[in-house]
Nanobody, 126 residues
Framework: QVQLVESGGGLVQAGGSLRLSCAAS????????MGWFRQAPGKEREFVCA????????NYSDSVKGRFAISKDNVKNTMYLQMNSLKAEDTAVYYC???????????????????WGQGTQVTVSS
């Protein structure tokens, strides 16, 4: 099993940027699909973006496409989420996810992902 720890959340003004990190341990992530999900109060966990094990293919929700960028460093065993042009509606707890399925990055269904981090809060003030 891979263990995941997110960091980098915080409070930012609308239009600002944040970079989240997801540090993995226990297994190397070069064979894992990795993803970011978020959950706002009273709402279901929703897909943000995901990346293939090699890091060569990514997948974004329409709500963040063009503003967010996912990447992974298989040497550092870490995944990142660069968030730009943040909006108030991006406010949520952001979760890092991993799955050993090579094609998991295609799935936007959070229940199909196997491993999760504890989450990091992102708050965007308008």
């Amino acid at each position: 099993q891979v263990q995941l720890v997110e960091s980098g959340g915080g409070l930012v003004q609308a239009g600002g940027s944040l970079r989240l990190s997801c540090a993995a341990s226990g297994r190397t992530i070069n064979t894992y699909s990795m993803g970011w999900f978020r959950q706002a109060p009273g709402k279901e966990r929703e897909f943000v973006c995901a990346i293939s094990p090699s890091g060569s293919i990514d997948n974004y929700s329409d709500s963040v496409k063009g503003r967010f960028a996912i990447s992974k460093d298989n040497v550092k065993n870490t995944m990142y989420l660069q968030m730009n042009s943040l909006k108030a509606e991006d406010t949520a707890v952001y979760y890092c996810a991993a799955d050993s399925s090579m094609l998991a990055y295609r799935s936007n269904q959070w229940r199909s992902w196997g491993q999760w981090g504890q989450g990091t809060q992102v708050t965007v003030s308008s």
